[in-house]
């Protein structure tokens, strides 16, 4: 039992450990900016879905929260190294938000499909897809502009970043899911 109870705290040590990075990479991901317009092109995004499918939903979950905390607590690690809860009432705010349910959703719908690559690019799909259903409404309301437009600026032009974010992170996870879930290649 004792052998039990040290291996739970080992696990959840490095867990913590991996959701911290995470939270870290996210934040990184916000400083690789390309600023196009009301919303900015980064690597927040990619390493969300990274979270998502090497932490699972508690940790990726946990990770992208304490991301958002920092955020809302004054440290500048949204895009363009900006900081605080104004952000989210900006035209970014639904993306951000958007992460966190993404996390989850993605790692739900990986664990369920067993964790292969075509359960895990279609979970990538489906989070990315909640990121814009919270984000583009959003952009619409916070700017006023019609969605059409709100599509056309917040969506259209990520879309084939997104697909090269997905298709780069197939081999990470394929490489990195061993080391995190602690289990030899």
């Given at each position: 039992m004792t052998e039990n109870v040290i291996t739970d705290h080992s696990t959840q040590?490095?867990?913590?450990?991996?959701?911290?990075?995470f939270a870290a990479l996210v934040a990184v991901g916000a400083f690789i900016s390309i600023p196009i317009g009301p919303v900015p092109i980064v690597l927040q995004n990619f390493f969300v879905l990274l979270a998502a499918l090497l932490l699972g939903p508690r940790w990726g979950v946990a990770a992208v929260g304490v991301y958002l905390l920092a955020g809302i607590c004054g440290l500048p690690v949204f895009a363009g190294g900006t900081a605080?809860?104004?952000?989210?009432?900006?035209?970014?705010?639904?993306?951000?938000l958007g992460y966190l349910p993404a996390v989850f959703v993605t790692a739900w719908l990986s664990q369920k499909g067993g964790r292969r690559v075509w359960t895990d690019i279609t979970a990538m799909i489906c989070g990315s897809l909640i990121v814009y259903g919270c984000g583009?409404?959003?952009l619409k309301i916070v700017t006023g502009m019609p969605l059409a437009k709100a599509i056309t600026v917040g969506m259209l032009p990520f879309l084939i970043g997104d697909a090269l974010?997905?298709?780069?992170?197939?081999?990470?996870?394929?490489?990195?899911?061993?080391?995190?879930?602690?289990?030899?290649?």
């Open positions: 040590l490095r867990m913590t450990v991996y959701a911290s990075l605080g809860i104004g952000r989210f009432m900006g035209p970014t705010g639904g993306y951000l583009v409404p959003w974010k997905i298709a780069a992170a197939v081999p990470v996870v394929k490489a990195l899911r061993p080391i995190v879930q602690g289990r030899k290649q």
